[in-house]
């Protein structure tokens, strides 16, 4: 079944304990995005990835990476989580852009 | 730079009701377009998409949108609401590195 994955989905941390959520897809797409949702604020971009060992920054990228060494994976690191980064996270792939994005199932991460 | 605009965040209807979401896009001589439905607790599933072509789209579920250049909107539009179209919907408009969605419109659908 062709899908994007995401884990955790659930997330509880505290304040400046690095983290990692991992994204996977299934489906050789060349691009992947993360994208964090708030109430009120919609999906705002993350970081993005056109292909292997190519990342950009996206519309709120402080304190955020990711990496793209294979072309299935691009987890995003928190290096110090904040609590203004709790919110909804979801990561996204396309075969190309601009395409239809496939949605991973979202992890919700709470920094106390 | 890019913007998307959903002037609507909430909106009641009826079930059995006819419904139009709107959606407002900034630029773009051949924009990329989608509409993205979220129920409640789940992920994005994408309703319909214009790249080109006919400006009356059909997408799942009963949807479809109109692109009007002249107005830089692409609307979305279902002629009877079912109450398991209850959810959260979003315009995005693609360009050559991203998406970039409008804040959201919710939907209620009343018995």
């Known amino acids: 079944e062709a899908q994007v994955t995401q884990n955790p989905r659930y997330l509880i941390t505290v304040t400046g304990k690095k983290l990692t959520v991992t994204c996977s897809q299934n489906?050789?797409?060349?691009?992947m995005s993360w994208y964090r949702q708030d109430p009120g604020l919609g999906l705002r971009q993350i970081y993005y990835?056109?292909?292997?060992?190519?990342?950009d920054k996206g519309d709120v990228p402080e304190g955020y990476k990711v990496s793209r060494k294979e072309k299935r994976n691009f987890p995003l690191i928190l290096e110090s989580p904040s609590p203004n980064q709790t919110s909804l996270y979801f990561c996204?792939?396309?075969?190309?852009?601009?395409?239809?994005?496939?949605f991973g199932p979202g992890t919700r991460l709470t920094v106390l | 730079a890019q913007s998307v605009t959903q002037p609507d965040i909430h909106i009641t209807v009826s079930e059995g009701a006819s419904l139009e979401l709107r959606c407002n896009y900034s630029?773009?001589?051949?924009?990329?377009l989608f509409w993205y439905v979220q129920s409640p607790g789940q992920g994005l599933q994408l309703l319909l998409k214009?790249?080109?072509?006919?400006?009356l789209v059909q997408g799942i579920k009963g949807f479809e949108a109109e692109f009007k250049r002249s107005q830089s909107s692409f609307n979305l539009r279902k002629p009877s609401v079912h109450w398991s179209d209850a959810a959260e919907y979003f315009c995005?408009?693609?360009?050559?590195?991203?998406?970039?969605f409008g804040k959201g419109t919710k939907l209620t659908v009343n018995p």
């Open positions: 996204a792939s396309s075969l190309q852009t601009p395409g239809q994005q496939f």
């Open positions: 489906m050789n797409h060349e691009y």
């Open positions: 990835s056109m292909n292997v060992e190519v990342t």
């Open positions: 630029y773009g001589a051949t924009p990329y």
């Open positions: 214009y790249f080109s072509g006919d400006t």
């Open positions: 995005a408009q693609g360009g050559s590195e991203k998406l970039v």
